[in-house]
């Protein structure tokens, strides 16, 4: 079996707070394999979006191991961990946080344009194209509904092509129409680029759409449910 894509053990992470140090994820040991689907869900408060994140290395494990894309995040400073964010990662929020002086196209080809890529604005517009936002390119997120922002997000996220994709309550901002045409475009952007999905979500009609379910309490698994 080859390596898996992303690999915890028994990582932990805890923050200082006012009246000492929360336990946030309490010794996290999960393998998740490329082009695996994986859904991540419990009560607020069991940790979900704080697993994605020490995924995403956008927050560094306090213990254990962590490793994305044959990488040991914990090792790597923060100019690293961008890079290889920007190279094998997208990366979708609940909140869209698109550039607000900066029109979808913008938005989406910007991280390509770092990246290096010759053709950033070209695949931009074909990203926006398949979330059916090219005729928006040339519009600023104030100008789109919270539905459009978010399928501009899903378009930035898609349009490195990248390994991994991580969404964390991608429809929690939305109404349920706009929300499952965002859920069916994310599905859709993650067989397109044949990227491995984890997803973070209350809704266990979504999470049962992936290949496993992994549900939290307490900042430790709980239990897990292959589809």
Do not use: W
């Not at 930035?156 to 991994?164: F, G, I, V």
């Amino acid at each position: 079996m080859t390596s898996p894509l992303i690999s915890l053990q028994n990582a932990q992470l805890s923050l200082r707070a006012g009246a000492g140090l929360v336990e946030i994820l309490r010794g996290i040991t999960l393998d998740v394999h490329a082009g695996e689907t994986v859904g991540l869900v419990g009560p607020s408060g069991s940790g979900k979006s704080s697993l994605l994140m020490l995924m995403g290395g956008l927050e560094k494990a306090t213990g254990g191991v962590v490793m994305a894309l044959g990488h040991d995040l914990g090792a790597m400073n923060e100019d690293a961990l961008a890079r290889l964010r920007r190279d094998n990662m997208g990366v979708v929020f609940q909140s869209f946080h698109l550039i607000p002086n900066m029109t979808a196209l913008e938005n989406v080809a910007t991280p390509l344009e770092l990246a290096g890529a010759p053709d950033a604005e070209a695949r931009a517009l074909a990203e926006l194209d398949a979330v059916g936002l090219g005729a928006r390119a040339g519009h600023y997120p104030a100008q789109l509904s919270g539905g459009e922002q978010q399928r501009v997000a899903l378009a930035r996220a898609a349009a490195p092509r990248p390994k991994l994709i991580l969404a964390d309550e991608p429809t929690g901002n939305l109404d349920t129409v706009t929300g499952e045409n965002i859920v069916e475009l994310l599905f859709g952007l993650r067989e397109r680029h044949g990227a491995t999905l984890v997803l973070v979500t209350h809704d266990m009609d979504l999470a049962r759409r992936c290949d496993r379910v992994i549900a939290l309490r307490d900042g430790q698994i709980a239990a897990t449910e292959a589809a």
